[in-house]
C-alpha cells in the first residue's frame, strides 16, 4: 500500500530514490531488518515509477488516437 506522500512524489523524484535504495543494497553492510526495510521502500518507490510511466503511456496513447482521428487515418 502506498502512502499519500509517495502518491505526490513525482516520477524523476521516485526514480532517484529507487536507485539511492538499490545502491545501498548492492553496497551491502546493512542488517537484515535494514535490507528488508530498503527493499519494501524500493518495492513501494517501483509501483510509484510504474503508474507515472502506465500514464504517460495511456497520455501519449490518447494523443495519438486523436490525431489519427483528426487526419482520418492518413
Known amino acids: 500500500m502506498t ?3 509517495d502518491e505526490a512524489l513525482g516520477y524523476e523524484q521516485a526514480r532517484d530514490e529507487l536507485i539511492e ?4 543494497l548492492e553496497a551491502g553492510g546493512t542488517t537484515l531488518e535494514e535490507s528488508l526495510a530498503l527493499w519494501e521502500r524500493g518495492e513501494e518507490l517501483a509501483k510509484v515509477c510504474r503508474r507515472w510511466l502506465d500514464g504517460a503511456r495511456a497520455r501519449l496513447d490518447a494523443a495519438l488516437a486523436a490525431e489519427e482521428e483528426a487526419t482520418g487515418g492518413e
Do not use: A, G, I, Q
Open 21 to 24: 535504495v538499490v545502491r545501498r
Open 3 to 5: 502512502s499519500k506522500v
